[in-house]
């Protein structure tokens, strides 16, 4: 069962009035004061306080604009080739499985960190402010912006680039969200609005914020 299935399942369970609340959270932008009016006269409506408003309730016609986007999903394989990038080691490949999760692991200054910066670079991240890439403090030379090899399979096909900081990355590379400890508190102990969600989810998420708004009212 998709997620608009389950949805559609899920709102089949709801009062006439959460069935349509989600039908316009589904397909507008965002729900508006005049939709909240609407919304409140048939809540009142199912406890007998007053006549009933105009209502809609979700159907599937609502969600077919709700389908996954037509490209194709991006599987990151590797980074290599580093350069430039505190001291991790030129000439090495960090693979990544194509399927499943792949475990890094290591002791305290071995990598981890300078490879996740650079993911974070190349892919889509939320940040207040970028973990900036350093060099080698170690080094003589004077060095370069940080460079590396990111390979990836779009749409079956195995593709490369040769990434540079401070400049942007493919499309495909930027369907990869990165997430850790530093993005963590601008998702869990701050106001803002998550930026993705899977498809259905939103709508639910939202559906129970606004039930719990207009329950209180």
């Avoid at 980074?79 to 305290?108: C, H, M, W």
């Avoid at 593709?159 to 998702?187: C, H, M």
Wanted: glycine letters at 8%; a neutral charge.
């Amino acid at each position: 069962m998709g997620i608009a299935e389950e949805l559609l399942a899920f709102s089949s369970s709801c009062p006439t009035w959460q069935r349509d609340l989600l039908r316009r959270i589904s397909t507008q932008p965002e729900v508006r004061e005049s939709d909240i009016q609407e919304v409140l006269i048939n809540l009142k409506s199912t406890e007998g306080l007053c006549g009933r408003g105009p209502e809609d309730c979700l159907t599937a016609n609502h969600l077919a604009n709700r389908t996954a986007a037509s490209h194709s999903p991006t599987i990151l394989t590797s980074i290599s080739d580093v350069r430039d990038a505190k001291r991790l080691a030129p000439g090495q490949t960090l693979p990544f499985a194509e399927t499943g999760i792949t475990l890094i692991y290591g002791s305290n200054g071995s990598g981890k960190t300078g490879y996740g910066r650079i993911l974070k670079q190349a892919c889509r991240s939320r940040h207040e402010k970028p973990d900036p890439i350093l060099g080698d403090v170690y080094s003589r030379v004077a060095q370069m912006p940080a460079t590396a090899t990111i390979a990836y399979k779009s749409g079956g096909t195995d593709q490369n680039i040769t990434w540079q900081d401070g400049k942007p990355a493919t499309p495909e590379l930027g369907r990869i969200s990165v997430f850790d400890a530093a993005t963590a508190p601008l998702y869990a102990d701050k106001q803002n609005k998550i930026e993705f969600l899977p498809l259905g989810l939103d709508a639910c998420c939202a559906n129970s914020h606004w039930t719990k708004s207009l329950r209180k009212d």
